[in-house]
């Protein structure tokens, strides 16, 4: 029985190394993704974990699938393909730790997941199912996300993988119905409500068919609606060296609470103060180390980040 199986992208991320100039940039090869960094945190964190997704038969496909093995996850739905690459993505990081990113994915591997690959019995044995914005963007992987959310009755956006902000828009709000709880920055989040107000925005959202709605906030926090409570906490000061997969290890980290707390079932609005504390520690730590995997914290890191950090969150 896994508590959370999620398909999506499991890619290779190329990130500054330390040595990085303009003059000589130098990039150092990590395994990563949105859901691959979303498994593999919360993996770190105790819950069981399976990918569905596809990543290429070659060194970086082995990368990734040894990376995301070691850190606990299943791949009994990776598929990998013989025809197309291991999607790469390129890293840049501004002075304070933020990135921007450049893909190499039209012949990536991850959109090339077909309906006939999807795994059923997985999701069976699944409580929890994750999919990321990035399976969306193209055909096949799209229908054969939507094959998985129909059987079962989160949204990252990156502009430069879509054709246009309109057909994201109309894709998003169509896959909102099958959502229990949606994620996203606050940028998605105001792109695709069209208001700029937190909680009119989180209203909207649950307009379109959603239950809990959760809309982090960089440096200033994270915010929660549920059944008509609403609340932002605030988020945790440290020294920030890569914010890659730090949103990942955020959702990995709330779905562990919901886990813990006996599933998204039973929680209520009242609960989510106490999960973003939570969730806000273990974001804020995975933004100490470079990498989206390598960066996702432990149980224990995190509990030990929590006891020490625990008054000294920024008003």
Known sequence: MYDLCAIGDALVDFIPAPQYTPENPVYQCEAGGTVANLLTAGSKLGLNTVFVGKIGADC?????????????????????????????????????????????????????????????????????????GMCMTDDPVRQATWTLLRAAKRINYRDKLWQNEKEMIHIMRETLSYVTLYKSSEEEAFLLTGTEDLRKAAKIICGFGCRDIIITLGQKGAYFY??????????????????????????????????????????????????????????????????????????????????LHNNEISS
């Open 60 to 132: 970086m496909g082995e990368l990734v699938r040894n990376k995301m093995q070691g850190c606990g996850v299943s791949m009994e739905g990776c598929v990998m393909d013989p025809m197309h690459f291991t999607t790469q993505s390129f890293v840049s990081l501004g002075e304070n730790g933020e990135r921007s990113f450049s893909f190499c994915r039209s012949f990536g591997a991850d959109i090339w997941l077909k309906e006939d690959e999807i795994p059923m019995k997985v999701l069976e044995q699944s409580s929890m199912l994750g999919f990321s």
């Open 226 to 307: 549920s059944g008509g409570k609403d609340g932002l906490i605030p988020a945790y000061r440290v020294e920030a060296v890569d914010t890659t997969g730090a949103g990942d290890s955020f959702f990995a980290a709330v779905l562990h609470q919901i886990v813990q707390r006996g599933g998204i079932e039973k929680i209520t609005g009242t609960d989510y103060s106490d999960i973003l504390k939570f969730a806000n520690g273990v974001g804020a730590l995975a933004t100490t180390k470079r990498g989206g995997i390598k960066g996702s914290p432990t149980l224990r890191e995190a509990e030990e980040f929590l006891k």
